[in-house]
C-alpha cells in the first residue's frame, strides 16, 4: 500500500537557485526523471517534478531534487493555479521556461487493449492542459507513447477522429503552436531502439521543430554512429542485481547464442519451447531473446523476464542487470533507485531515455535564444541542401 510522504519544501539554497535560472521547468509525471535530467543537461532546470508513484517520488528525493507527490486530478481539484508546484519550488508562475511530462501511456500502448480515452489514465493529458493553461509556459513538452499517434478517440468506433487530434486542438484552444512526431532515441545518442511520441508547443509561436538526429546507423565519424549494447556496458563493473529466470527458460537460453532468439533453437526445440505460441502469428521476437553487444538494444520494458520480452545478457545465461538497464537509459552510474528490484526496473522501463531529453532540451534553448538556424542570403547548391535537411537514421533494418 502506498503512503503518502509529506509535502517537501526545497531548500533557501535550491529555492534562490531555482528564482535566478533563466530556465525553470515545471515536470509532471516524472517517474524516475530521465527526461528532467536529459533537460538539466541541456542547460535547463527542473525546478519541481511531480507523480503519483511513491517509488518514483522516493527516488527523485533520494537524488536531491523536489518532489511533490499526488494525483494530479486531486492536486489541481485542491489548487487549479497550480501553487502546489510553484511555490514549494521557490518560483514564481509567471517565470516557467516550460511544463514537461509523459501522462500514463498503457491505455494508448499498441500492446494494450486500447482503451484511449475511455480509460480513467486516458484523460491526464487533460489535466496535463490544465497546468499548461494555468502556469502559461513559454514552451511545453509532452511525451507518449507511438501508439497513441493512431488511437482513435473512441475505443468502440475505430473510425472515431483520431486523439491526437483531439489534443492537439486542445493545445490549440489554449493558445500554444505545436508540433509534433514520433522520434527514436537511438537517433540522439541513446543505446536503445525506443520510439516515443513528442508534442512541442510554443506560446508566442515561435519557430518551434522536432529536434535533429545527432547519431546514424551510418556515418563517417564513428562518435556520430548508433551506440551500442557494448557502448553502454563498457567498465561497468559489477552488474548488480539481475532478475530470475526459470529453470526451463535457461535450458532453451543456453542454446541461444547472442542476438539470437527462439528461432534460433533446433526445430524440434524451438516447438517444445514456444508451446501454444508457436503457430501465432507476428514476428514474435521477444521470445528467449539473447541481446547482442554490437547493437541497440532493444526497447527496455519494465520487466526483463517477461517470456514473450525477454532482455538476456549476450554472453552469460541471465537477464540485465538493474544497472545494465540504467546505463542503456544513460541515467548517471551514482543514480539511486528507491524500492526492490522490480520497482526499480519498472521506474527505469518507463523513463525517457536521458539523451532524448537532452535533444529536447538543447531544441528548446536553441529557439529560446534566436540561434537554431544559420541565416543566409542564398545557398549554394540547393538540391544537395534540401536533400540535407532531414538526414535518415537508417530504422529500416532495426
Request: net charge neutral; proline share 7%; glycine share 10%.
Amino acid at each position: 500500500m502506498n503512503v503518502a510522504l509529506p509535502l517537501f519544501q526545497a531548500s533557501d539554497e535550491t529555492r534562490r537557485e531555482n528564482a535566478l535560472h533563466s530556465y525553470p521547468v515545471v515536470s509532471l509525471f516524472s517517474g524516475a526523471m530521465g527526461l528532467d535530467l536529459g533537460l538539466n543537461e541541456a542547460g535547463l532546470r527542473v525546478a519541481v517534478s511531480q507523480d503519483i508513484d511513491r517509488w518514483c517520488v522516493e527516488t527523485m528525493r533520494r537524488n536531491g531534487h523536489v518532489a511533490v507527490e499526488g494525483d494530479i486530478r486531486d492536486l489541481l481539484a485542491d489548487d487549479p493555479h497550480c501553487r502546489f508546484l510553484t511555490d514549494v519550488a521557490g518560483i514564481s508562475p509567471k517565470k516557467v521556461f516550460a511544463v514537461v511530462g509523459g501522462p500514463p501511456c498503457q491505455p494508448f500502448s499498441t500492446a494494450g487493449k486500447r482503451l484511449g480515452a475511455e480509460d480513467e489514465r486516458g484523460q491526464l493529458y487533460e489535466h496535463f492542459v490544465a497546468v499548461v493553461e494555468a502556469l502559461r509556459p513559454r514552451f511545453f513538452i509532452m511525451e507518449n507513447v507511438k501508439g497513441l499517434a493512431s488511437m482513435p478517440s473512441r475505443a468502440d468506433d475505430p473510425d472515431s477522429p483520431p486523439l491526437l487530434d483531439e489534443i492537439l486542438e486542445a493545445f490549440g484552444d489554449a493558445g500554444y503552436k505545436t508540433v509534433h512526431g514520433v522520434l527514436d532515441a537511438v537517433h540522439y545518442g541513446t543505446p536503445q531502439f525506443r520510439e516515443r511520441l513528442v508534442i512541442v508547443g510554443s506560446r508566442d509561436a515561435e519557430d518551434i521543430f522536432l529536434p535533429i538526429p545527432t547519431h546514424f546507423h551510418r556515418h563517417q565519424n564513428p562518435e556520430c554512429r548508433w551506440r551500442t549494447l557494448e557502448d553502454a556496458l563498457r567498465e561497468l563493473g559489477d552488474p548488480g542485481p539481475c532478475a530470475s529466470l526459470s529453470a526451463q527458460a535457461r535450458r532453451y537460453l543456453a542454446m541461444v547464442p547472442a542476438g539470437g532468439n527462439w528461432k534460433s533453437l533446433p526445430s524440434h526445440v524451438a516447438r517444445e519451447a514456444m508451446g501454444g505460441a508457436f503457430e501465432s502469428g507476428g514476428g514474435k521476437v521477444g521470445f528467449f531473446r539473447r541481446l547482442s553487444f554490437s547493437e541497440p538494444s532493444p526497447t527496455l520494458v519494465t520487466s526483463p523476464n517477461q517470456k514473450a520480452t525477454m532482455l538476456c545478457h549476450p554472453t552469460e545465461l541471465r537477464t540485465l542487470s538493474v544497472r545494465e538497464y540504467a546505463r542503456i537509459q544513460q541515467f548517471p552510474d551514482n543514480w539511486v533507485f528507491e524500492g526492490r528490484s522490480a520497482e526499480a526496473y519498472r521506474q527505469i522501463g518507463n523513463a525517457v531515455p536521458v539523451p532524448l531529453g537532452r535533444a529536447l532540451g538543447q531544441m528548446l534553448l536553441a529557439v529560446a535564444q534566436g540561434n537554431a538556424e544559420v541565416k543566409v542570403k542564398r545557398m549554394r547548391g540547393t538540391s544537395v541542401h534540401k536533400r540535407m535537411a532531414w538526414l535518415p537514421g537508417g530504422n529500416d533494418d532495426q
